[in-house]
């Protein structure tokens, strides 16, 4: 069988916990592919929210067993809390989780090097979210760091020490921050203990006997293609690939065995931290989108910047993505708005036109909209798209042609259920 994609096509928090928890029941392995606690999908199962991290959004279906890829780095005081509160829900998430071996440990002095290294940057600040991300991918592709497997080798601890001393040596040059490392490292090596006791896996041998059995595999993509590391806007970006190329090496697959690629829009676009958004607002509308649609950093709890959506940016995430299908998320939070725009091209000193540009950080480009009449009414009755309100009907069918990509699934409200087939 082949393995399906889902991924954000915009600056994360695009809406992907959601749909990977619905898509579930048709896949028997849904794996990360790569980041780390700097994701947080957000489920909402009858009034309860969860947030995740690093499990992946399959961990809800009993039936589905879930991988975490050689692609993620893993802090395991993170994870052991994602698991605490799994079980307080209900579920007994060791049952149907994998570990791979290959996948990159985040210790306390990434974490301080990490909070060091933005606090040295004043206001040049890159918008990290401090988990020590940025810093266990360099140790990854300086071919020093630890993973998962080296908790089962006698050497370990000595492994540690060594990386910490680095660290240590590193820390040197920046200004002093408050990090109590002797507290974090005590925490750390109590949930080393417990993830010692996890099921582990060699992801790519785990998915190839998968695959040759006929299993259905869904690879979960955690922030947005906008934050890749290659082709989003650096470097105000993540430290890792997190477009569909990035699922071959995350999780160790040949690329022929990609099919479908699912990509998840906000009706809207919004983005945490630091860097370029060509149609942020300001103002009442940006507060009222920010307000309906509680835009805030489900990791950070940071709030969110807000625009309208972006037609030249999407229509570059689906290109490279390969998009097959296109997933519209918080349509609802746009009911009560008596007017909607849409940037469908970018204005600069070149002309107009409908493509990013090499550097979106120094390009002076001017979004040019164009504005749409608002339903204004509740949709939480809709069951299909026949049912939707005319206005609306006519700005996603504007949207699939300028985006020349159907609209797969609408979704209409934040519980699982909440959603509308319309291809």
Same mark, same amino acid.
């Given at each position: ?9 915009q600056?994360?928090d695009?809406?992907k916990? &959601?749909?990977v ?6 896949y ?8 780390g ?16 991290h690093?499990?992946?959004s #399959? ?7 879930n991988?975490?890829? =050689?692609?993620?780095v ?5 994870m052991c809390?994602?698991?605490d509160?799994l079980i ?10 994998l570990?791979?071996r ?13 909070a060091?290294?933005?606090?040295? &940057?004043?206001?040049q &600040? ?5 988990r020590?991300?940025g ?5 990854k ?8 497997g ?10 540690y020490?060594?990386l ?6 590193l820390l ?7 990090f ?19 099921? &582990?896996? %060699? ?12 299993? =259905? ?7 947005g293609t ?8 650096y ?15 995350g999780l ?6 990609? %099919?479908?690629?699912? #990509?998840? !829009?906000?009706?809207?676009?919004t983005?945490? /931290?630091? #860097? ?12 009222k989108?920010r307000?309906? /649609?509680?835009e805030f950093?489900?990791?950070t ?9 972006d037609?030249?940016?999407?229509k570059? !995430?689906?290109?490279i ?7 519209l998320?918080?349509i ?7 007017e909607?725009?849409?940037a469908?091209h970018?204005?600069?000193a070149?002309?107009?036109? %409908?493509?990013?540009? +090499?550097?979106? =950080? ?8 164009q504005?749409y009449?608002?339903?204004?009414? %509740?949709? #939480?009755?809709?069951?299909d ?5 005319t ?5 996603? $069918? ?9 609209? +797969?699934?609408? $979704? ?10 319309? !291809?």
């Amino acid at each position: 069988m082949a393995v399906d994609v889902l991924l954000g096509l915009q600056w994360g928090d695009e809406g992907k916990g &959601k749909i990977v928890d619905y898509l579930a029941p048709q896949y028997d392995v849904v794996c990360r592919f790569q980041g780390g606690p700097n994701a947080g999908h957000t489920i909402i199962i009858k009034g309860n929210k969860h947030v995740l991290h690093t499990i992946p959004s #399959g961990i809800f279906r009993p039936d589905t067993m879930n991988v975490i890829g =050689n692609g993620v780095v893993i802090d395991p005081i993170t994870m052991c809390r994602e698991l605490d509160n799994l079980i307080d829900a209900g579920l007994s998430p060791t049952e149907n989780l994998l570990v791979a071996r290959k996948a990159h440990l985040i210790l306390p002095t990434h974490r301080m090097l990490d909070a060091a290294s933005e606090a040295s &940057k004043g206001d040049q &600040k890159i918008g990290s979210t401090l988990r020590g991300i940025g810093p266990t991918y360099m140790d990854k592709t300086g071919r020093n760091g630890l993973r998962i497997g080296d908790i089962e080798s006698e050497g370990f601890r000595q492994k540690y020490s060594a990386l910490k001393e680095k660290h240590l040596g590193l820390l040197a040059i920046y200004p002093q921050i408050d990090f109590d490392l002797e507290a974090e490292e005590v925490k750390w090596f109590e949930a080393i203990d417990r993830v010692r006791e996890l099921p &582990k896996t %060699d992801c790519e041998y785990y998915l190839y006997k998968a695959i040759k059995a006929d299993k =259905n595999i869904l690879a979960e993509g955690a922030q947005g293609t906008m934050l890749d590391i290659d082709y989003g806007t650096y470097p105000y970006v993540t430290s890792s690939n997190t477009m569909t190329a990035g699922v071959c090496t995350g999780l160790g697959l040949a690329p022929h065995h990609i %099919d479908k690629v699912i #990509g998840i !829009s906000k009706a809207y676009c919004t983005r945490v /931290g630091s #860097g370029p958004f060509p149609t942020e607002l300001e103002g009442p509308v940006a507060e009222k989108l920010r307000k309906n /649609g509680a835009e805030f950093g489900a990791t950070t709890g940071r709030p969110r910047r807000c625009g309208w959506i972006d037609i030249p940016q999407l229509k570059y !995430s689906i290109m490279i993505n390969g998009l097959t299908h296109l997933v519209l998320t918080k349509i609802d939070c746009l009911n009560d708005f008596e007017e909607l725009s849409a940037a469908t091209h970018y204005k600069s000193a070149d002309g107009t036109t %409908d493509q990013l540009p +090499y550097d979106l =950080n120094s390009a002076e480009v001017e979004p040019v909209y164009q504005s749409y009449p608002g339903w204004n009414q %509740d949709i #939480g009755h809709c069951t299909d798209r026949s049912s939707l309100p005319t206005d609306l009907e006519d700005y996603i $069918s504007q949207l699939e042609r300028m985006l020349d990509t159907k609209i +797969y699934l609408l $979704s209409t409200g934040p519980e699982r259920d909440e959603l509308i087939h319309c !291809s």
